[in-house]
C-alpha cells in the first residue's frame, strides 16, 4: 500500500512474541486471518475501548485504496469506537505503512500497533 506524503513508515522495535498478551495475540490471530480470507496483500485487526476487535484486509481497487489497518480503524470507529486499545498488522513488509500508523494515532497516541509475518511472526512493535 502506497505511503501518505504526511505520515511515512515507522519501523517496529523488535519485540518478543511471548511478550504479547493473550488479547495482543488474538489480534494477530484476527489479523492473519483477514489476510488469509480473502488473499490480500495485508491483514490488520484493532482492539477498542470497550474490548470489542475489528479485523479488515487491504483493499486495492481502481477508485478505493485503503491499508488494512486504515479499515479495521474506520470499522471500529464506525462502530462507534472512540479509543483504541492495541492494533495489529500482519503484512510482508518490513516497516508499518504510514497511513495505517496515522489512522491508529487518531485515536490513540499511546497503543501498540504489532506488526506481523505471514506466519503470525511477530517482527516488532510500533509504540510512537
Not at 484493532?46 to 474506520?74: E, H
Not at 504510514?98 to 503470525?120: E, F, K, Q, S, T
Request: no cysteine; proline share 6%.
Amino acid at each position: 500500500m502506497p505511503d501518505t506524503p504526511a505520515a511515512p513508515a515507522a519501523r517496529p522495535a523488535p519485540t518478543a512474541s511471548a511478550a504479547l498478551s493473550a488479547e495482543d495475540g488474538k489480534l494477530v490471530v484476527l489479523a492473519r486471518g483477514a489476510r488469509g480470507r480473502v488473499g490480500a496483500v495485508e491483514g490488520a485487526a484493532v482492539r477498542d475501548q470497550d474490548g470489542r476487535t475489528y479485523a479488515a484486509a487491504s483493499v486495492a481497487l481502481p477508485s478505493l485504496t485503503l491499508t488494512a489497518l486504515q479499515l479495521a480503524v474506520a470499522s471500529a470507529v464506525a462502530a462507534g469506537a472512540s479509543r483504541l486499545e492495541a492494533a495489529a498488522v500482519v503484512t510482508e513488509a518490513s516497516t508499518l505503512d504510514g497511513a495505517g500508523h496515522a489512522a491508529v494515532r487518531d485515536l490513540a497516541v499511546d497503543a501498540p500497533i504489532h506488526v506481523a509475518a505471514p506466519d503470525g511472526t511477530i517482527l516488532g512493535t510500533v509504540t510512537q
